[in-house]
C-alpha cells in the first residue's frame, strides 16, 4: 500500500528548497526577457509582464491547491527533464548574442515554462498546473513577434492608416499627401523618423488583453475576443496618434511636430488600454461569465521528495547553463584584439556652407547608435553633398537595425522614389577597399543619388544581412556562438550627391569622407 501523503513530505529545509528552486527558475526565465526588453523599443511594455505575472499570482494565493505526494517518478521523467535540458544549452547560448530571435526567444520560454509546469504538476497535478500556469499567458504579448508579421501585416497596416489619415485630413482642410507610410503636408512631412517606427502600442494592448481575460477570468472564446478588441484599439489609438501629429506640424511645422511626438505615443496607448478595459469590464459582466471562488481553501503546497529531486535537479541544470554561457562569452571578450586596420568619417567641416545635422529623439530611439554624426556641405563646383555616419559597439544591435533602417527602406517609406540601383562602388582606403551600395532615387521630381555601406570593423568586411540565404544565416549565428562573440559592432556610412549626373560623382564624395584611424 502507498504511503500516506504526509509521510512524503520532505520538511522545513526541503519546502525551503523548492521555493529556491522557483525563484531560481523565475530568474532563469526572465534573464533572457529582460535583455529582449532592453534592446528592443516595441517591446519596452515586457518589464511589467513579471509584475502582471507576480500580482496574479499573488492574488491567488489562498486558491492555491493542496499538494499530491508521489511515492516515486518513472524514468521517462527523468528522460524528459534531461531532453529539456539539453535542448536550453544551445538556445540559452543562441540567445546572448541574438537575443531577439523570436523562434530561439520562444523555444527557451518554452523550455524553462515546461520545467515549471510539470514541478506544478507533480506538486499538485492538473489544479497545480492550472494555478501555476494561468499567469504565464502573458508573457505570449510580452516577446517579440516573427519578422514576417512586420512585414507583411503591420508594414502594409501602416500605409493603409496613412492613406485615410490624409483623406481624414482633406475633409478637415488639412492639404496632406500619403506617400507610403508618411504623410507630405505643405511646409513639412510627418515622415520617416515618425513612420518607421511602426505601431508600438500594439504589443502592449495585446498583453493587457491577455493580463485582463486572466484577471477577470474569462472564457477562452472571451479572451480571443477581448485580445482581438486589444489589436482593434491599437489600431484606433495609432490613427489618432497620426492625426494628432498630422494637426501639429500643419499648426506648428517640425517643432511643433517633435513637441508632440511623444506625448501622441502616450496618449495612443492611453486610448488603447481605456477602450480595451471598458471591453474587459463588459465582458465580466455578461452572465457567463466564470466567477471567482467564494472561500478558497488555502491548504499548504508541499513537493514530495521525489518530485523536489526532479525540479530541483532541474533547475540546478539551467543555472549552470546560465553561468556557463556566460562564461564562455566572457571569455570570448578578453580573447579578442583589435588587430583589423580601422577607418572612421570625417567631414569637412571647414568648407564653406557645412552645417551639421543633428539626430531626433524619434530616430535615436530607433538606431540606438553609440555614435552619430551627420553634415551637409557644397562642392567647389556648388553641389550638395550629404552624409551621416553611424556606429554600433556594444549589443546586437547592429544585427538588425542598419538592414531595417538604411536608405533603401526608410527612404521609400518618406515619400522618395527608388529610380535604379547603381552598381557597387568599391572605394578604396588606406586599409583596402569597401563596397558600397549605390542608388538613383527621385524625390519631387529631382533625382540625387545615395550610397551607403554596412562595415564591420572587428572582421574587416561587410556585415552580412541575415536575409542573404537560409544556409548563411545558421551559419552567421552558429559562428558566433563558437567564436564567442557576445556583441557585434558596425559602421554604417551613408553619402548622398545633388545635382547633374549624381552618380558620377558619388564614389568621390565618398572617398573624401572615409578617414583612417
Not at 512585414?151 to 482642410?173: D, F, Q, T
Not at 472561500?295 to 546560465?322: F, K
Not at 519631387?444 to 574587416?460: N, Q
Request: hydrophobic letters at 55%.
Amino acid at each position: 500500500m502507498p504511503a500516506p501523503a504526509a509521510q512524503l513530505r520532505p520538511g522545513p529545509r526541503g519546502e525551503v528548497a523548492g521555493w529556491v528552486a522557483a525563484a531560481l527558475l523565475a530568474v532563469i526565465l526572465f534573464v533572457p526577457l529582460t535583455a529582449a526588453w532592453t534592446q528592443a523599443q516595441d517591446l519596452g511594455h515586457g518589464w511589467g509582464a513579471p509584475l502582471l505575472v507576480g500580482y496574479l499570482w499573488w492574488e491567488r494565493w489562498g486558491e492555491r491547491p493542496p499538494g499530491v505526494g508521489r511515492e516515486r517518478l518513472g524514468a521517462r521523467w527523468w528522460a524528459a527533464g534531461a531532453m529539456l535540458a539539453i535542448l536550453a544549452l544551445p538556445l540559452r547560448l543562441l540567445l546572448t548574442p541574438f537575443p531577439l530571435w523570436p523562434a530561439a526567444l520562444a523555444a527557451y520560454v518554452a523550455v524553462v515554462v515546461a520545467v515549471a509546469l510539470g514541478g506544478a504538476w507533480l506538486a499538485a497535478g492538473a489544479a497545480g498546473l492550472k494555478w501555476l500556469g494561468g499567469p504565464l499567458i502573458i508573457l505570449f504579448g510580452a516577446m517579440p513577434w516573427p519578422t514576417m508579421l512586420e512585414v507583411k501585416i503591420v508594414g502594409p497596416m501602416r500605409e493603409i492608416l496613412a492613406s485615410v489619415a490624409a483623406e481624414v485630413c482633406y475633409l478637415a482642410g488639412i492639404s496632406a499627401l500619403a506617400t507610403g507610410t508618411a504623410l507630405r503636408l505643405a511646409h513639412s512631412w510627418v515622415g520617416v523618423d515618425e513612420t518607421c517606427g511602426g505601431m508600438r502600442s500594439l504589443q502592449a494592448c495585446v498583453m493587457a488583453a491577455l493580463f485582463l481575460g486572466e484577471w477577470l477570468r474569462l472564457s477562452w472564446a472571451r479572451r480571443a475576443g477581448l485580445a482581438a478588441v486589444g489589436i482593434v484599439a491599437a489600431i484606433v489609438g495609432n490613427f489618432l496618434r497620426i492625426l494628432l501629429l498630422v494637426w501639429r506640424a500643419s499648426v506648428g511645422g517640425e517643432p511643433a511636430l517633435a513637441a508632440a511626438h511623444d506625448l501622441a505615443g502616450w496618449l495612443a496607448l492611453g486610448t488603447s488600454l481605456g477602450l480595451i478595459g471598458l471591453v474587459a469590464r463588459k465582458m465580466r459582466d455578461a452572465p457567463d461569465a466564470a466567477a471567482r471562488p467564494a472561500t478558497p481553501p488555502a491548504p499548504p503546497t508541499v513537493l514530495s521528495r521525489p518530485a523536489l529531486a526532479w525540479i530541483g535537479t532541474l533547475a540546478a541544470a539551467l543555472l549552470l547553463i546560465e553561468t556557463g554561457t556566460r562564461w564562455w562569452y566572457a571569455r570570448g571578450a578578453t580573447r579578442q584584439a583589435a588587430t583589423i586596420m580601422q577607418w572612421g568619417a570625417r567631414f569637412p567641416s571647414r568648407q564653406t556652407g557645412f552645417h551639421e545635422v543633428p539626430l531626433s529623439d524619434a530616430a535615436r530611439d530607433m538606431l540606438r547608435p553609440d555614435y552619430f554624426a551627420a553634415g551637409e556641405w557644397e562642392t567647389a563646383d556648388q553641389r550638395l553633398n550629404a552624409a551621416y555616419y553611424i556606429e554600433w559597439r556594444k549589443g546586437q544591435a547592429a544585427h538588425s537595425i542598419p538592414f531595417l533602417h538604411n536608405p533603401t527602406v526608410c527612404l521609400p517609406m518618406s515619400g522618395c522614389e527608388l529610380v535604379r540601383p547603381i552598381a557597387t562602388l568599391p572605394v578604396r582606403w588606406a586599409g583596402g577597399e569597401i563596397p558600397f551600395q549605390a542608388f538613383i532615387f527621385r524625390r519631387a521630381g529631382e533625382e540625387f543619388a545615395v550610397a551607403f555601406t554596412v562595415w564591420d570593423p572587428s572582421r574587416g568586411r561587410p556585415l552580412e544581412n541575415e536575409s542573404s540565404g537560409w544556409q548563411s544565416w545558421i551559419k552567421m549565428r552558429f559562428n558566433h556562438v563558437l567564436e564567442a562573440r557576445a556583441d557585434q559592432p558596425a559602421q554604417m556610412l551613408t553619402v548622398a550627391v545633388w545635382g547633374d549626373r549624381p552618380e558620377a560623382h558619388i564614389a568621390a564624395a565618398i572617398a573624401s569622407v572615409i578617414s583612417s584611424l
